[in-house]
């Protein structure tokens, strides 16, 4: 079963820039990040296929954020820049092993981290 532990979160000011870290135990067919606020669905925001590193964002943080990864730590990493109020959440890390569907849907990932805060202040 693979694990993930994510670390970074923490608070910004907008404006600001901040990373996070996504440690897997092994990367799977695709990894993403996802973000979720109380009372609203989850949503994905970025997604990257591990074999080929092809990015997939969505579109209200494309230009901003950067999804990637470290093969030789097996790290996944979300570098968050020009970060606004609605960048808010908690940040989750996410592994899919079959590889179907959306990359952004979050049913369509079988393992999940913990989540790690993000407050972007005004």
């Known amino acids: 079963q693979v694990q993930l532990v994510e670390s970074g979160g923490g608070s910004v000011q907008a404006g600001g820039s901040l990373r996070l870290s996504c440690a897997a135990s092994?990367?799977?067919?695709?990894m993403a990040w996802f973000r979720q606020v109380e009372g609203k669905e989850r949503e994905g925001v970025a997604a990257?296929?591990?074999?080929?590193?092809?990015?997939v964002y969505a579109s209200s943080v494309k230009g901003r954020f950067t999804i990637s990864q470290d093969n030789a730590n097996n790290t996944l990493y979300l570098q968050m820049n020009i970060v606004k109020s609605e960048d808010t959440g908690i940040y989750y890390c996410?592994?899919?092993?079959?590889?179907?569907?959306?990359?952004?849907?979050?049913?369509?990932?079988?393992?999940w981290g913990q989540g790690t805060q993000v407050t972007v202040s005004s």
């Open positions: 990257i296929y591990t074999s080929t590193t092809s990015e």
């Open positions: 996410a592994a899919d092993v079959r590889g179907f569907g959306g990359s952004l849907v979050p049913s369509h990932y079988d393992i």
């Open positions: 092994e990367f799977t067919y695709r």
